[in-house]
């Protein structure tokens, strides 16, 4: 088996690609590809899974470059792991996005469809390169917005796209905290359905019990939320204690069981109170203060590779890859058994039929959605297979279905748009988002959006501001 990953200087590959070693047989006499146009960043991580106690006596191949043929030539899997936008563009649109009254974010949002627009040619080369050198590999897109891209790839080439989020594995630690344990749970299993970072638990059992039940049962009227592992910084505890909150909030006030806990996707069940918060917490920032800032994460990523690489200056017991995260708090040298590249490698090698979650079209998996508009759902995956995880179509609850069906509608146009470069498409699929659709502050702020884009987006894609 060959797994390329585009990207494969991230951070986050190495926890990744130590897992996939580990599985028995998976990636014996096999090839692990690191592209990344730092083929610096990539050596040091590929330097780093030669010295990891995974990949002794499998004799898999482990390489890096920067030659896209080389990486894609006879690749099973393809992952792509890219950031979408300039951080500074990033910044720069919380202004106009607040101003109007919408959240900003790198997904569900104006703000994550210009991260879509910034980098959909890049991976639609990549899919159109797949089409050329390994027609068959399935492409696993990491890139923000997952759904949008999902929609181009899937509806515009032959490539098999899966959009994956990191999020996966959100509720395994989530509803395991609602219940009282701050670990990952291998007690809790769910079938989900939405969009992705707004999807929902539609049935499931903890500890072997309908999940439903037992979770009415545990959020009584003086729920509180459980003590938080001494190694989670002050920032982490915080953000994990709103998520799991906003989970119980949400139980109680809408009946529904959000499955991944980000941000972006919670903030569409209190749109007007995100906002507002956001507001209240802005400061805003100038062109020169975006570049400054850039600068200075430049310089901190610097820092960050320095203390990534150093390991590869010392002989790494097996100690120090057990148990080196535990003890310094740093996460990226941790296996990421679970996560959702893992799962889906094991599942296209044939090892085991998985479930997973993904973004793709519809294809009748939830009812009242359009086949070829992209959604997220659990799945079963086996080799070139894929299938819903359910026989019958799955029921978005009733009070979230219109919300489900049109980001699902708006994220499959901006696909569309983004694949035939019709700027005409793309005002309508940017009007489309389905927070005060088709208003004038929306429109204003995505004319605001494409300025501060600038040369960084397509030509063809820019021209949608004549039709707003």
């Known amino acids: 088996m060959k797994i390329t990953i585009i990207g494969g200087g991230s951070y986050r590959v190495l926890g990744i ?17 690191l ?24 004799g898999c191949a482990v390489k890096w470059g920067d030659n896209l043929a080389e990486a894609l030539t006879g690749a099973d899997v393809v992952g792509t792991i890219l950031p979408a936008m300039r951080p500074q563009a990033y910044m720069l649109a919380d202004e106009p996005s607040l101003t109007r009254g919408y959240i900003n974010s790198d997904n569900v949002s104006p703000g994550g469809d210009l991260c879509g627009i910034t980098i959909a040619p890049v991976v639609l080369n ?73 999807s929902y638990i539609l049935r499931g059992t903890w500890q072997g019990k309908e999940l439903f039940g037992e979770l009415n049962k ?65 400061k805003p920032v100038t062109a020169a203060d975006a570049d400054a800032a850039a600068a200075k994460s430049r310089a901190a990523r610097l820092e960050d590779d320095r203390t990534f690489q150093a390991p590869l200056k010392e002989e790494l017991t097996d100690d120090f890859w057990q148990n080196h995260w535990h003890r310094s708090g740093d996460q990226r040298f ?7 590249f893992v799962r889906i490698f094991k599942a296209v090698s044939g ?32 080799k070139d297979t894929i299938r819903s995880a359910s026989a019958a179509p799955y029921e978005i609850p009733d009070i979230v279905q219109g919300l489900t069906a049109s980001l699902a509608a ?59």
């Open 17 to 33: 690609i130590r897992s996939a070693l580990a599985v028995p047989g998976m990636l014996a006499k096999g090839e692990v590809y």
């Open 35 to 58: 592209y990344d146009l730092n083929v610096g960043r990539a050596e040091a991580l590929g330097r780093l899974l030669l010295k990891s106690p995974e990949h002794r006596d499998t």
């Open 126 to 198: 990549i899919a159109r390169e797949m089409e050329k050198l390994c027609p068959s590999a399935w492409l696993i897109n990491f890139v923000n917005p997952v759904a949008v891209i999902s929609g181009m790839v899937n509806n515009h080439t032959k490539i098999k796209a899966l959009g994956v989020c990191g999020g996966f594995t959100n509720h395994l630690w989530d509803i395991a905290r609602i219940f009282g344990q701050d670990e990952e749970s291998a007690e809790l299993q769910v079938e989900a359905a939405g969009i992705n970072h707004i």
């Open 218 to 282: 545990r959020i009584t009227p003086d729920w509180q939320m459980c003590e938080l592992q001494p190694w989670w910084n002050d920032g982490a505890k915080k953000m994990i204690t709103n998520s799991v909150t906003k989970l119980v909030r949400f139980w109680r006030d809408l009946g529904v069981l959000v499955f991944s806990t980000e941000g972006d996707g919670m903030a569409h069940l209190m749109y007007d109170e995100w906002v507002a918060n956001d507001r209240a917490n802005f």
């Open 334 to 340: 941790k296996r990421a058994d679970q996560d959702i």
């Open 351 to 382: 090892v085991e039929k998985l479930g997973i979650a993904t973004s793709r079209p519809n294809q009748g998996a939830i009812a009242g959605i359009k086949d070829r508009h992209v959604v997220e759902y659990s799945q079963v995956l086996f």
């Open 410 to 468: 708006h994220q499959t146009m901006l696909g569309d748009a983004l694949a035939t470069e019709d700027p005409r498409l793309m005002a309508r699929a940017m009007m489309s988002y389905p927070v005060r659709p088709y208003s004038k502050d929306l429109r204003d702020l995505w004319k605001d959006l494409i300025n501060i884009a600038g040369a960084h987006i397509k030509p063809a894609y820019a021209q949608a501001a004549k039709y707003l």
